[in-house]
């Protein structure tokens, strides 16, 4: 699948001396109606284009994030593992081409040191393991450590029903604690500029991303924030498992990214990239004063 034909050069944005690229984790479709949780229909259709089978486009945008000392992927697209049933039930719209995308950028997946997953969710951790030439399943970054909350990976030893139509075995295969996975309890620093922490609410263990470089700062909130039309607190997806938990957390977190202008990351979103918080007008209020929109070709801070 390496051979396959090249990917265009990835669209990217430099926060100091750190480089992000948002890389070709597969786009499929879903019922836009859960994706919007308690919204009206007659709401969240005037943001996003929706079929005639009540869909919207998901992308799924693994990020490459290139430090001065090391290369890290938060997330990892939906893989290459689907059978073709699964492939039809999620309207797979475009495949999973990570590897190719990091060799447009001049990277192979041996050269990626560090992988974090936000959660387990196949969306998520879907490309963490894929299908060689050979048919045999791989790790897809065999070089890097994995990096898991603790609350996460006991969810993917022993998932609960709910979790378990998401949460596939498959998705795990070779990753061992104390070798390539390491799991962390809460904030943990993984270079000096990339940062993770719990944040709950999506899932029990959903962790989130922050890159601070030359004074400018990024967050990658995953499901939290899946989209820019997810900005507001009481826009959770009904995918969350504790929606209770989101609100309140986007309520106390993202005032703090509109004080220091901090870029939001978006991985499911099939326009805007990215966009930078900014106070709005009503107290805590938080506006985009610039978002980075697909396609952009490179975007210096
Ligand atoms: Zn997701």
Not at 195 to 221: D, K, W
Request: aromatic share 8%; glycine share 10%.
């Amino acid at each position: 699948m390496e051979t396959s034909k090249p990917a265009s050069k990835p669209p990217g944005l430099k926060i100091g001396e750190v480089e992000i690229f948002w890389l070709d984790g597969g786009r499929i479709r879903l019922d836009g109606g859960p994706m919007f949780g308690p919204v009206p229909k007659a709401l969240w259709s005037q943001k996003v284009e929706v079929d005639d089978h009540n869909c919207i486009g998901i992308d799924n945008s693994a990020m490459l994030i290139k430090t001065p000392g090391a290369n890290l992927v938060i997330d990892s697209g939906i893989g290459n593992k689907m059978t073709p049933k699964q492939q039809e039930n999620f309207k797979l719209e475009s495949p999973w081409r990570l590897p190719e995308s990091l060799a447009a950028l001049g990277l192979s997946r041996n050269e990626i040191d560090i992988v974090i997953p936000t959660h387990a969710d196949f969306d998520h951790a879907g490309g963490l393991v894929f299908r060689n030439a050979n048919g045999r399943l791989e790790l897809t970054f065999p070089r890097a450590r994995h990096i898991f909350q603790e609350k996460e990976w006991a969810v993917v030893k022993k998932p609960d029903r709910r979790s378990a139509t998401s949460y596939w075995p498959e998705n795990f295969i070779g990753l061992k604690e104390g070798e390539n996975l390491t799991l962390v309890d809460g904030e943990a620093e993984i270079t000096p500029e990339v940062r993770v922490f719990l944040t709950g609410g999506h899932t029990i263990g959903h962790q989130a991303v922050e890159i601070s470089s030359g004074g400018a700062s990024a967050v990658h909130l995953g499901d939290l924030l899946p989209s820019h039309n997810h900005l507001h607190p009481l826009w959770v997806i009904a995918y969350d498992d504790y929606p209770m938990e989101v609100i309140a957390f986007k309520e106390s977190f993202l005032p703090g990214c509109a004080e220091r202008e901090s870029w939001l990351l978006f991985y499911h979103d099939t326009e805007i990239l990215a966009g930078r918080a900014a106070p709005g007008r009503r107290p805590g209020e938080v506006i985009f004063s610039q978002t980075l929109e697909r396609p952009t070709p490179y975007l210096t801070e």
